[in-house]
């Protein structure tokens, strides 16, 4: 069975860095696409950086290109999200996903393109 498990938010200032974890037990890094999606109050989640390791294609928002990286460590089962210069409007609950099937870009981004969920992690950007 595969669990996702996300760690890492909190309470952060505008400009200053994040780093979430996830947790993914059960999970084979070995021809998958993860990605972090992020959903705000009223509104529809969406995908903020995600990869496939089949093509190795990345995907980045519009909004958190240059300031967001996703990475993985195979060996820990982690996935990692590193926030730098945060912005109020990076608020949300952040999610990361994974799947076993390879993905393109124009897929990545979709939240239904994705069979494993983690609970989600808060990160609220204040001053």
């Known amino acids: 069975e595969v669990q996702l498990v996300e760690s890492g938010g909190g309470l952060v200032q505008p400009g200053g860095s994040l780093r979430l974890s996830c947790a993914a037990s059960?999970?084979?890094?070995?021809?998958?696409?993860i990605g972090w999606f992020r959903q705000a109050p009223g509104m529809e989640r969406e995908g903020v950086v995600c990869?496939?390791?089949?093509?190795?294609?990345?995907y980045y928002s519009d909004s958190v290109k240059g300031r967001f990286t996703i990475s993985t460590d195979n060996a820990k089962n982690m996935m990692y999200l590193q926030m730098n210069r945060l912005k109020p409007e990076d608020t949300a609950v952040y999610y990361c996903?994974?799947?076993?099937?390879?993905?393109?870009?124009?897929?990545?981004?979709?939240?239904?393109?994705?069979?494993?969920w983690g609970q989600g992690t808060q990160v609220t950007v204040s001053s």
């Open positions: 996903a994974a799947t076993y099937t390879g993905l393109i870009i124009s897929t990545m981004r979709i939240p239904t393109s994705y069979d494993y």
């Open positions: 059960g999970f084979t890094f070995d021809d998958y696409a």
């Open positions: 990869f496939s390791s089949g093509s190795g294609d990345t």
